[in-house]
DNA sequence: ATCTTGCTTTTTGCATTCAAACTGTTAGGT
DNA sequence: ACCTAACAGTTTGAATGCAAAAAGCAAGAT
């Protein structure tokens, strides 16, 4: 075991109860797989022996196919029997088809998030706004773009809904695959700061009808973002074994 | 494409190349678990030691591991470390939150059917609604149910998006679990049979917007249903192991 | 030269085995 | 008598072993 514990500081919640807690084998792995295909380490399309994986983690191959059963039922994996998993390809088609579905969660969660928010929470959602605007302003794209999202997940998280997060992150994970914003238009970019703009407003107003339907909006731009991504060439699919350049 | 519209199976397409296609232990075992799970045959509370699974399906433990990983990255089973699997509990919280999400997707689902579905899906699904009148008529509860969940499966299959029917399907079996149409009083049933006059006219008339706007209403009028439900006593959290009588 | 065909090597699917954690019981101490 | 603590039995977590399927390769036929 050469890994230490890596600490999450900010996706988990550090319960000061239990820090003894060790993850099973089994759950590890899914999320370091999950992590290895989201960020894109494993590119579409790639095979994934289990020979190899389970050398690199040093693990047994039980706990692994255990972890690439989940993978696969989440829609990460592609299992062929017989012949192992693949990580899932990702069509352009197949990213058409998520963003509307995006775009009702993220309405739902915006509707709901309008009703409960609590003025903490909307300070929060501000803070980190007006500091992914700066970032926009600089031109760190990494950086927006994890405020982006973080900001995103907060919305999520003040609809109080555990059905609904656990769905939005599920497919947020399969859509963040695609990295589209490597090749974010200017234009695009700077719509996209503005509809934030509204979401802060419209959040703030606990407007729920409006900010459902910037969301919905802002998702249907997204989706257009993508598309253009396409147009360039680079997108979801990579031809071959490209190297993760971004 | 992939779409063989005029199979009429209900779940999986019967291919007539390969006849001989077995599919995987571990498969199998998640389709069957996920039925018991969902049809009740396990209840909610029900500790599964994996056991008298084994002995039950004649597998041994490695392929029912695996599925019992599955479901619980489904969230039917909770995962107690070293302590074996339990049928997840359904609580009223619970229940409260799947609507709304139920809701949206359902809604999303007839928008985009309204613009996409044939003049044969809308024939067939038609001839199901009337068809789930006369069970209405008659007082047939159970085929009346029947009907109705085939309803909106094949809305949902009109609509054409793969992730959106993955998320209802999850999130339909997960509702089911409730069996709250058990006792739905006459008057609740006789309005639902109502919304889905409307539901049949809007989409009709590929009134999307409509559409949408009646399936959010008629999942909340569920919602309503299952929580006056909770007030019989009968419900999502039977106390004990009542035997599946409906 | 290319395609077929049989064999060898590798990988996967599942069963079995081993070790650690939990459950329930009983013996001992206060 | 009650509470604590140790022990046996069971169940889970993970590793290993074994058979079947696929992938790679080479030799022969057309």
New interface residues.
């Given amino acids: 075991m050469t890994e230490g514990t890596q600490m999450r500081s900010n996706e988990t919640e550090v319960a000061r109860g239990e820090p003894i807690a060790r993850a099973?084998l089994?759950d590890e792995l899914?999320e370091r797989l999950r992590d290895m295909i989201v960020e894109g380490e494993l590119a579409p399309g790639d095979r994934v022996p289990e020979r190899s994986l389970c050398e690199r983690f040093g693990v047994s191959r039980?706990p692994l196919?255990?972890?690439l059963?989940?993978l696969a039922?989440?829609?990460l994996l592609e299992l062929l029997?017989n012949r192992g998993a693949a990580v899932a390809r990702l069509t352009g088609d197949?990213l058409e088809?998520?963003f509307?579905?995006m775009g009702?969660?993220e309405?739902?969660a915006g509707e709901?998030a309008c009703a409960q928010v609590t003025e903490e929470q909307l300070a929060e959602i501000r803070a980190l706004h007006y500091q992914m605007v700066l970032h926009h302003t600089r031109g760190e794209l990494p950086q927006y773009f994890r405020l982006n999202q973080r900001i995103h997940e907060l919305i999520m998280q003040a609809a109080g809904?555990?059905?609904?997060t656990?769905?939005y992150r599920s497919?947020s994970g399969r859509i963040r695959r695609a990295r589209y914003v490597a090749n974010m238009s200017k234009a695009r970019w700077a719509q996209a700061v503005e509809e934030h703009e509204a979401i802060l407003e419209a959040l703030s107003a606990r407007d729920g009808a409006r900010l459902a339907d910037i969301l919905k909006r802002h998702l249907r731009n997204k989706c257009e973002t993508v598309r253009e991504s396409f147009l360039t060439g680079d997108g979801a699919e990579p031809a071959a074994d490209t190297e993760r350049s971004a």
């Fill in positions: 099973s089994h899914v039980t196919r255990e972890a059963k989940v039922s989440e829609g029997p197949d088809e998520m509307p579905v009702t969660l309405a739902l709901l809904n555990a059905t609904l656990r769905m497919l």
